[in-house]
């Protein structure tokens, strides 16, 4: 199984790396060696790459949909504003209001109190319907 352009085992081996175990201390409770963890991680690492590079050219080809989010924006209000820039450009959302107002809740914690954004947000949909959310950067 898959999760985007990692394996099962790419994201294992980032989370147990994040958590500060070394890659020998991975290898061994993943029963593998510590060469194999190495090219996991470097795998994992140039995918991720490969993702970033790919969404900077959607932006700046003008090949997504950017959708800003003020400060104060109530978050059962995004969902619709997706919706209508969406149908604008016309993109086939990806997503139904749940999966929406779900995902800006879990990919913008630090940008939202209680069901208001407090920081400004930057929604990109993609020429595939789908969407990433930005905080923005400290």
């Not at 070394?22 to 029963?31: F, G």
């Amino acid at each position: 199984m898959n999760v985007g352009l990692l394996t099962l085992r790419q994201v294992q081996v980032l989370s147990m790396r994040k958590k500060g175990l070394s890659q020998a201390e991975v290898a061994k409770q993943l029963r593998t060696s510590r060469e194999n963890v190495t090219m996991l991680e470097k795998r994992a690492w140039q995918n991720i790459d490969k993702a970033r590079a790919t969404l900077i050219a959607l932006q700046t080809y003008g090949l997504s949909v950017r959708v800003p989010i003020r400060p104060g924006t109530h978050l059962v209000d995004i969902p619709r504003v997706m919706i209508d820039r969406a149908d604008k450009a016309n993109v086939a959302l990806r997503a139904n209001f749940t999966r929406i107002y779900e995902d800006i809740r879990f990919k913008a914690k630090r940008s939202i109190r209680g069901a208001r954004v407090m920081e400004p947000l930057t929604i990109w949909i993609m020429p595939d319907g789908d969407f990433t959310v930005e905080e923005k950067r400290d």
